[in-house]
Each structure stands twice: as C-alpha cells, then as structure tokens.
C-alpha cells in the first residue's frame, strides 16, 4: 500500500511568509507525528497527534507553529512569519497505534528554505 | 529528559569491513529502542528495532542488542556493502514519540 506522502517537496520563500506543509499517513494510522531535521542535527520532535485525543503540542519551538490533523487523516502543519532559522527538512511520520513500541513510518520530507 | 548520544561520523570502511555504530540513551521508563536508516536521496526507514532489555534486533544482516545494564544499543554488521552508505540514526521510543540521536553517516568504498 501507499506509504506516508508529504507536499511540498520543495519549498523555497521569503522571510515574513507563511507556509503550509502537508501530510497524507498511512490509511488506518491512528498516530500522526511531525518532526524537524535541521541540517547537521538529528531529528527533532514538534507535535504528535493520537486518534481524536488533544495533540502533544510540546516540541512546536514557537506559537509561529501549529498543525492540525481534519478527520483523523491529513494533517498541515503552518509555519508564519516564516524566519531563516526556519529552514529544514520537515518530515511526517504515521504509526499504526500509540506506545512505546510502536514503529513510525516516515515519508520523504519538505525541505523548506526561508531567504 | 530523554536523550540518545551516537558516535560521530563519517565512518568511512572499505567493503567486506566490520562495522559498529556506537549508541547510548538516557531514558526514564523502559523505552524501546530503534535503529533507522536513510538513503541518499531517501526518506528514513526503520532498520530494526528491540523493545525489552536483552532483545536482539536484526535486519539485512545488522543486528543491534538492547543492553539495560550499559544502556547501549550498538549497530553491527559482519561484512558491509557500498550499498550500505547512509546516514544512520538511533532513536529511543518513549511513551510519545522518538527521540533521535544526530545520526552517522557510513560511507562504504569498492
């Protein structure tokens, strides 16, 4: 079956503009995660969400991010007022449940740069 | 908190070499542990993982043990192939999401 996608690839703007980025987990995924991957560093945590339970919101670095995950499916994570430190690689995983075994498939990432 | 330290790269070995990736976390709870991998150009794939004290993961010839008593999960694998260069990142599963260590990368040459 299809794997966790992610849009955009790429995403190239401006400083001071918002960005979207999207993610479609695996069908019948309960959990949904969002990580960063700055250049040189591991990934970092920014949000998960599990079900319809209230997400974890506890790695978004700044109230400029927030994400929302419609119908236990899609989710889009929004980046406003976009700075330079703000580029990365935003990669979206998906797990089948929620716990400490569960496996975290990822998909391919958007890599944003701010200018 | 939870953290995960990995030895940095690049490692870099001639094919058919002995590689170890050295990995230590610090947890509270018992975590699971993991071992992902990402290919040039690719996204991350898990690689394989152990969820209690003792467990072996194993996978395409690597094999990591999960060790309690040195809170260690080392990456191994006997004889490495060009096709094995990656990037690859040890995580520990807490009770809501990964943490990851920053990753070492392998370059493997003919």
């Known amino acids: 079956g299809a794997g966790v996608s992610q849009s955009p690839s790429n995403k190239v703007t401006e400083k001071g503009k918002d960005v979207e980025l999207r993610c479609d987990p695996i069908?019948?995924?309960?959990?949904l995660y969002w990580y960063r991957q700055r250049l040189g560093q591991g990934l970092e945590f920014l949000i998960y969400f599990q079900g319809n339970s209230a997400p974890d919101k506890s790695g978004l670095p700044s109230d400029r991010f927030s994400a929302e995950r419609t119908g236990g499916s899609v989710s889009t994570l929004t980046i406003q007022r976009t700075q330079q430190e703000d580029s990365a690689v935003y990669l979206c995983a998906s797990s089948q449940g929620f716990g400490i075994e569960e496996t975290q498939y990822f998909g391919p990432g958007t890599r944003l740069l701010v200018l | 908190g939870d953290s995960v330290t990995q030895m940095e790269g690049p490692v870099t070995l001639s094919e058919e070499a002995f590689l170890t990736i050295n990995c230590t976390y610090t947890?509270?709870?018992?975590?699971?542990l993991f071992w992902y991998v990402q290919y040039p150009g690719e996204g991350l794939q898990l690689l394989l993982k152990a969820t209690k004290a003792d467990d072996k993961g194993s996978n395409k010839g690597f094999e990591a043990t999960y060790r309690k008593e040195t809170t260690s999960f080392h990456l191994e694998k006997g004889s490495v192939q060009v096709s094995d260069s990656a990037v690859y990142f040890c995580?520990?599963?807490?009770?809501?999401?990964?943490?990851f260590g920053k990753g070492t990368m392998l370059l493997v040459s003919p």
């Open positions: 995580a520990l599963g807490g009770y809501s999401t990964l943490t």
């Open positions: 947890a509270t709870g018992y975590p699971s």
């Open positions: 069908s019948g995924h309960t959990a």
